[in-house]
């Protein structure tokens, strides 16, 4: 559970100081845009990692079974996700410890945590 938080507290961290890159990886400003096979291979190899998190966690009896389910993954994206998308919109000069939205990481995890708790 630690290297899951962990994991969206970097990626959180990264892209509130990238936020150029962040905005290409959270949308698609170029309509029809579709990237490459080799441009999104990163992606699929991070939520590969992220799915392997959790089978480990269900395995260990830290969460029940349908943590490791696609609409849980789907869920931890957009916890994540959404932090970060409000931080950039609302305010995007504050760091992931001063943002009003960047701080309700935490919470925000704590609550799909208690969601997919035994």
């Given amino acids: 559970m630690a290297a899951l938080f962990a994991g969206a507290r970097a990626y959180v961290d990264w892209s509130l100081?990238?936020?150029?890159s962040a905005q290409l990886l959270h949308r698609r400003p170029v309509p029809g845009f579709e990237p490459s096979a080799q441009a999104f291979a990163p992606s699929i190899a991070i939520i590969?990692?992220?799915r392997?998190?959790?089978?480990?966690?269900?395995?260990?009896?830290r969460?029940?079974?349908?943590?490791?389910t696609e609409e849980a993954v789907l869920l931890f994206t957009s916890v994540v996700a959404g932090v970060v998308?409000?931080?950039?919109?609302n305010e995007p000069q504050a760091g992931p410890e001063d943002g009003r939205y960047a701080r309700l990481l935490d919470p925000a995890l704590a609550?799909?945590?208690?969601?997919?708790?035994?």
């Fill in 111 to 118: 609550m799909w945590l208690a969601h997919y708790t035994p």
């Fill in 48 to 50: 590969a990692s992220l």
């Fill in 63 to 68: 969460l029940i079974p349908e943590a490791a």
């Fill in 85 to 89: 998308s409000q931080q950039l919109a």
């Fill in 52 to 61: 392997a998190l959790l089978v480990l966690a269900v395995e260990r009896g």
């Fill in 17 to 20: 100081r990238n936020p150029v």
